[in-house]
Nanobody
Framework: QVQLVESGGGFVQPGGSLSPSCAAP????????VAWFRQVPGKERESVLG?????????????WYAGSVKGRFTISRDNAKNTVYLQMNSLKPEDTAVYYC???????????????WGQGTQVTVSS
């Protein structure tokens, strides 16, 4: 059963951009940390980036990024729309994968700690 709703993947040329989104119908999205993962057939799922929950005091950075996407990908949230966005710029062929969003109680790079997942959205970067 799909718990989070993803959209916005697609096919782009190298150097192009995409902005997938992740929505949480019926949830208080601001109370959850949200992260994006990606997976290629035959390879293990890898963490990409994430953002902490809103509504609490925070003294540390609110986001984390994998080294392979830092400077190219950006995560943001719009709590009024119950949506988290993944802005992907300067896309490379090696970014091709199925991208999954996940929500949990804390921000972590370990996917096992996320209770809610999206259905996945395909991102293909090719000439």
């Amino acid at each position: 059963q799909v718990q989070l709703v993803e959209s916005g993947g697609g096919f782009v040329q190298p150097g192009g951009s995409l902005s997938p989104s992740c929505a949480a119908p019926g949830r208080t999205f601001a109370s959850h940390a949200v992260a994006w993962f990606r997976q290629v057939p035959g390879k293990e799922r890898e963490s990409v980036l994430g953002i902490k929950s809103s509504g609490i005091n925070r003294s540390r950075s609110s986001t984390w990024y994998a080294g392979s996407v830092k400077g190219r990908f950006t995560i943001s949230r719009d709590n009024a729309k119950n949506t988290v966005y993944l802005q992907m710029n300067s896309l490379k062929p090696e970014d091709t994968a199925v991208y999954y969003c996940a929500a949990g109680l804390q921000l972590t790079m370990d996917g096992r700690e996320y209770a809610y997942w999206g259905q996945g959205t395909q991102v293909t970067v090719s000439s």
